[in-house]
């Protein structure tokens, strides 16, 4: 959603990176980054999870000039790609502008691919989004790996229609720049022709089961506190005289603290398994980061 500050004679506007898991988003924004061209930018912001990094930070882009004589802002996010990481997907795309969907090349990676876009026209509908009115490019990363796929063949599968394409090698800082001037401009280009992109009769939909198929869906606990005791209101400065220390042993809290620990163990079981299953497959598929 576009933000103006007309105190400031300015117009901000949200772009994200999305894709799967160790596709190269936060390579994008770390090349964009420390690229010694881009002036007046903010500090990077990094929110590091168990096997990826939601990164951000904003600038603004001279060269573009301005919008109805109002200077612009570009925010800049990457959110996780792995599939257990879904709600913070959801609330990183939500008020985005435009989208740069990073496809990883290589040829085992065209189910992820697909399973990244749907899950991003998902969460965008979610977030009251048009997936067919958000500005929205793709990236081909990782061309300089072997056995990838060929340009056409990674437009057949993912099918971004009038969405521009750039292919790229983000490690080697190729494409990157490319393509973060054509999302920029695809965003303008909406603000320009006053582009509507939210959704107000679809109603939201579920978010996809991926958890399940990625094997890592934790142990479902429910921790039941003990009902409170009632409030018994006592006099101004007349404190009882059978005050009960707080910290003392008592059953109640004892039961407190083993459900507690249970839970910790529980899930640190589920995070073990997580992480089991991403070595799995990263062997499986000889995925490297990038």
Do not use: W
């Not at 280009?189 to 198929?213: F, G, I, S």
Request: charged share 25%; proline share 7%; net charge negative.
């Amino acid at each position: 959603m576009v933000l103006i500050n007309k105190a400031i004679n300015e117009v901000t506007v949200k772009l994200v990176y999305y894709g799967p898991g160790l596709c190269g988003k936060t390579t994008n924004l770390e090349k964009i980054y420390a690229n010694p061209k881009l002036d007046n930018k903010g500090k990077m912001i990094s929110m590091s999870t168990e096997t990826d990094r939601t990164l951000f930070f904003d600038f603004m882009p001279m060269e573009l000039g301005t919008i109805a004589g109002q200077k612009v802002r570009v925010q800049l996010y990457t959110v996780p790609g792995q599939v257990f990481y879904d709600a913070t997907r959801k609330l990183v795309l939500r008020g985005a502008d435009g989208v740069v969907f990073v496809a990883d090349s290589q040829e085992s990676m065209k189910e992820s691919n697909l399973d990244s876009l749907r899950n991003l026209k998902t969460n965008l509908r979610i977030n009251r989004l048009d997936p067919d009115k958000v500005a929205v490019v793709f990236q081909y990363n990782k061309r300089d790996l072997p056995n990838v796929s060929s340009v056409e063949e990674m437009n057949a599968y993912l099918q971004p229609g009038n969405a521009p394409v750039v292919e790229a090698s983000a490690i080697n800082g190729q494409g990157v720049t490319a393509t973060l001037r054509a999302a920029i401009t695809r965003i303008l280009d909406n603000l320009k022709n006053n582009v509507d992109t939210a959704l107000y009769e679809e109603p939201p939909l579920a978010p996809p089961d991926l958890t399940q198929k990625a094997g890592t869906a934790a142990p479902k606990i429910s921790v039941a506190a003990p009902d409170p005791a009632p409030f018994e209101e006592v006099e101004p400065f007349d404190a009882p005289t059978d005050f009960e220390d707080p910290f003392a042993p008592a059953d109640e809290h004892a039961e407190l603290l083993a459900n507690a620990r249970a839970v910790v163990t529980a899930l640190e079981a589920a995070l073990e398994q997580a992480r089991e299953h991403e070595r799995a497959l990263a062997a499986r598929y000889g995925v490297r980061q990038r």
